[in-house]
């Protein structure tokens, strides 16, 4: 089955203890992505990568990092995690660019206490 | 800075009835849009996408695009109840290398 997995689907951490959270597609996509989403500020884009150690910053980058070493896999790593992280993430990929159909994780709940 | 503007809602339709969702959109180089139904704790799923101007249907769906006005609109002919969600509308440009634009959603809630 095509799809993107995202681990974990919870998650609750304290400030200042890194965590990734990791993203794997099976289609093939070399197209992947990192959001965000808050109440009220909906969906905001973090990282991207437009293929294997090619990524770049999104809409709100601080606090975070990615690395893409393998097509499949674009994990997203909070080194020092902040109360203000605290969110609902999605992976997203999709075949070549981001202007075509993006299919998503089913979301990480971050908690940072 | 990139733009999608989506009135939040609640939009309250009838069992059976239309629902329209609208949106539009500030930069003129946007090229694909994409509506998405996104259940309450669940990811977004892609419904429809449209490039040009006019309009695509798709079952219950029709997906409607003025690039004229910068409008991009969702109908839902026939609606149920499990059309009960919140809608993204998402603008992506030509270059490819931009993410997707988001509106903020548009919560739908079809009454039985």
């Known amino acids: 089955e095509a799809q993107v997995t995202q681990n974990p689907r919870y998650l609750i951490t304290v400030t200042g203890k890194k965590l990734t959270v990791t993203c794997s597609q099976n289609?093939?996509?070399?197209?992947m992505s990192w959001y965000r989403q808050d109440p009220g500020l909906g969906l905001r884009q973090i990282y991207y990568?437009?293929?294997?150690?090619?990524?770049d910053k999104g809409d709100v980058p601080e606090g975070y990092k990615v690395s893409r070493k393998e097509k499949r896999n674009f994990p997203l790593i909070l080194e020092s995690p902040s109360p203000n992280q605290t969110s609902l993430y999605f992976c997203?990929?999709?075949?070549?660019?981001?202007?075509?159909?993006?299919?998503f994780g089913s979301g990480t709940q971050l908690s940072v206490l | 800075q990139k733009e999608v503007e989506q009135n939040s809602g609640p939009l309250s339709v009838p069992e059976g009835a239309i629902a329209s969702l609208n949106c539009t959109y500030s930069?003129?180089?946007?090229?694909?849009f994409f509506w998405y139904r996104q259940y309450s704790g669940k990811s977004p799923e892609l419904i429809m996408f449209?490039?040009?101007?006019g309009d695509k249907e798709d079952g219950r769906f029709t997906a409607q695009l003025n690039k004229a006005s910068q409008y991009v609109s969702l109908l839902i002919r026939d609606s149920q109840p499990s059309d009960s969600a919140t809608y993204l509308c998402?603008?992506?440009?030509?270059?490819?290398?931009?993410?997707?634009?988001f509106g903020k959603g548009t919560h739908l809630i079809i009454q039985p």
């Open positions: 997203a990929s999709s075949w070549r660019a981001a202007n075509e159909k993006l299919f």
């Open positions: 289609m093939n996509h070399e197209y």
């Open positions: 990568s437009m293929n294997v150690e090619v990524t």
């Open positions: 930069d003129r180089g946007s090229q694909s």
């Open positions: 449209i490039y040009s101007n």
């Open positions: 998402a603008g992506g440009s030509g270059g490819g290398a931009d993410g997707l634009t």
